[in-house]
């Protein structure tokens, strides 16, 4: 098992940035550990979302942490090592992030919530490099399973059996992946007229298979 990760910057007033995730398991939500010497800053989930990290090839974009310091810690020239929670496998060795400013939203608004919100998606594109979790998917349970499973992760619904047969061939012959059924099916009427959250690969309410407790 290969877990790779990295602490990118301490953000005043008081965050650790960065990402880890499980080469052998990208959606597995890995729990790290800040530490500045014998001092553990810091720990938390790294299962937040980044288009950067998708660009990067890094755990399919879900693997970011921002972890809240303790008031009043003087960290921004301190060497600092990322730790998996629990093993101790040091994930990253110690060093100095780069340090930058950042400002707290004034009020926590709906939009802000959802955004910071790691059990849902903001956008479909947020699996755009989720593909192999879906072939991992269909492997597994076949190509009319992920049909249906599509269906009741979109609009809630049981998809007929002749619109399973016949999307099911379309994956097949490949004139349609698996994420642009997605996208077909959020265009469906249905769903504009009563959008509804989806759940985030690393929870435990994504069907395909991706995320480990």
């Given at each position: 098992?290969?877990?790779?990760?990295?602490?990118?910057?301490?953000?005043?007033?008081?965050?650790?940035?960065?990402?880890?995730?499980?080469?052998?398991?990208?959606?597995?939500?890995?729990?790290?550990?800040?530490?500045h010497g014998e001092t553990m800053l810091t720990?938390?989930?790294?299962?937040?979302?980044?288009?950067?990290?998708?660009?990067?090839?890094?755990?399919?974009?879900?693997?970011?942490?921002?972890?809240?310091?303790?008031?009043?810690?003087?960290?921004?020239?301190?060497?600092?090592?990322?730790?998996?929670?629990?093993?101790?496998?040091?994930?990253?060795?110690?060093?100095?992030p780069r340090h930058y400013e950042r400002e707290?939203?004034?009020?926590?608004?709906?939009?802000?919530?959802?955004?910071?919100?790691?059990?849902?998606?903001?956008?479909?594109?947020?699996?755009?490099?989720?593909?192999?979790?879906?072939?991992?998917?269909?492997?597994?349970?076949?190509?009319?399973?992920?049909?249906?499973?599509?269906?009741?992760?979109?609009?809630?619904?049981?998809?007929?059996?002749?619109?399973?047969?016949?999307?099911?061939?379309?994956?097949?012959a490949g004139r349609l992946t698996p994420l642009?059924?997605?996208?077909?099916?959020?265009?469906?009427?249905?769903?504009?007229?009563?959008?509804?959250?989806?759940?985030?690969?690393?929870?435990?309410?994504?069907?395909?298979?991706?995320?480990?407790?």
């Open positions: 098992m290969a877990i790779r990760g990295y602490i990118d910057a301490v953000a005043s007033p008081g965050y650790v940035e960065g990402w880890a995730y499980d080469e052998a398991n990208e959606l597995r939500p890995l729990r790290v550990e800040v530490w720990e938390g989930l790294a299962n937040l979302f980044r288009h950067d990290l998708i660009v990067s090839g890094y755990g399919a974009g879900w693997c970011a942490f921002c972890l809240k310091l303790a008031p009043g810690s003087q960290i921004q020239t301190a060497a600092l090592t990322l730790f998996e929670a629990g093993s101790g496998h040091i994930i990253a060795p110690p060093h100095i707290d939203p004034p009020a926590r608004d709906l939009y802000a919530l959802t955004v910071s919100d790691p059990t849902s998606l903001t956008s479909l594109t947020q699996l755009a490099a989720c593909g192999p979790v879906f072939a991992g998917y269909i492997a597994q349970h076949g190509y009319a399973a992920f049909v249906r499973a599509a269906w009741a992760y979109v609009l809630a619904q049981r998809a007929m059996p002749d619109i399973i047969a016949s999307t099911a061939e379309e994956l097949r642009g059924l997605l996208e077909t099916l959020a265009q469906r009427p249905e769903f504009a007229a009563q959008p509804r959250p989806l759940a985030a690969p690393r929870t435990a309410a994504f069907p395909f298979g991706g995320a480990v407790p």
